[in-house]
């Protein structure tokens, strides 16, 4: 395609990540909704089953807007990180339901021990089995009972409180 048809579209290339990132967002916020009424003890015990049967179809989907929006968030000049966005929109989603969590604290958390540590294995699960010679299915399930132990855990303590 040339490049002259793409900038007909958009006006530059902040304006196609704008719209990877809006069009990214609005499937995302509708798959925030399985979880949206969950407690965090719930959150906690069914997160193995929600990464495997809810999100991870969603993500390999739109493997290439994530390492866009994680490569560009990276960009010292990006005064907004597009990846804030997404984190953003996870906590939004939940903060109506758990009206006792601080905010900044889920941000850091949802942030630090969710996002990054799912955009780093989708960025790099690929090249990871390949250069460390591990099997995919064997790297997954050992990427899932970590998340689980960090975030999970995050939510499993949350949900004591």
Not at 107 to 130: K, N, R
Request: charged share 30%.
């Amino acid at each position: 395609m040339p490049k002259s048809l793409i900038y007909y579209h958009f006006k530059s290339k902040d304006d196609i990540l704008d719209t990877l990132v809006t069009d990214f967002l609005n499937e995302y916020r509708q798959l925030l909704q399985v979880a949206e009424n969950e407690t965090h003890t719930e959150k906690a015990s069914r997160m193995t089953d929600r990464l495997q049967n809810h999100y991870y179809d969603f993500v390999i989907k739109n493997i290439d807007v994530v390492r866009i929006m994680f490569v560009e968030s990276l960009k010292k000049s990006n005064d907004t990180p597009s990846i804030f966005k997404v984190v953003e929109e996870i906590v939004n989603t939940k903060i109506e339901n758990d009206n006792n969590d601080d905010i900044d604290e889920r941000l850091v958390a949802e942030f630090f021990s969710g996002v990054i540590p799912l955009y780093s294995y989708l960025c790099f699960f690929e090249q990871w089995c390949g250069y460390f010679n591990i099997d995919r299915t064997a790297f997954d399930k050992l990427f899932l009972e970590h998340f689980t132990e960090t975030h999970g855990n995050y939510h499993k303590n949350k949900g004591g409180e």
